[in-house]
């Protein structure tokens, strides 16, 4: 079984910043991708930011040069800054892990977080 712990969400003023982090616990034999997508209401979730086991990130476009994600391997814990926020990345951000389970290490799975909230709003 897989825990995904988020923090960091709530309200940020536009032109503000944000860090988000989600921190890995359970049955993880290794995290093979770690990462954030959001969802407004109404609209599909989509990709924020992503990075592979050896750190390279992949960034959406809504958020290129605006955001950086990193993370730690041996705390399992993937951090997510984010500047000059705008209304429009209001919306819910979910964790995502992919991950080689150490009870079935021969299988990749996919797990989401909760999701934390994120209003942006003066």
């Known amino acids: 079984q897989v825990q995904l712990v988020e923090s960091g969400g709530g309200l940020v003023q536009p032109g503000g910043s944000l860090r988000l982090s989600c921190a890995a616990s359970?049955?993880?034999?290794?995290?093979?991708?770690m990462g954030w997508y959001r969802q407004a209401p109404g609209k599909q979730r989509e990709l924020v930011a992503v990075?592979?086991?050896?750190?390279?990130?992949n960034y959406g476009d809504s958020v290129k040069g605006r955001c950086t994600i990193s993370r730690d391997n041996v705390k399992k814990t993937v951090y997510l800054e984010m500047n000059s926020l705008e209304p429009g990345d209001a919306a819910v951000y979910y964790c995502?892990?992919?991950?080689?389970?150490?009870?079935?290490?021969?299988?990749?799975?996919?797990?989401w977080g909760q999701g934390t909230q994120v209003t942006v709003s003066s």
């Open positions: 995502d892990v992919l991950y080689q389970p150490r009870d079935r290490p021969a299988r990749t799975e996919h797990y």
């Open positions: 359970g049955s993880i034999l290794r995290i093979y991708v």
């Open positions: 990075i592979s086991e050896d750190g390279i990130p």
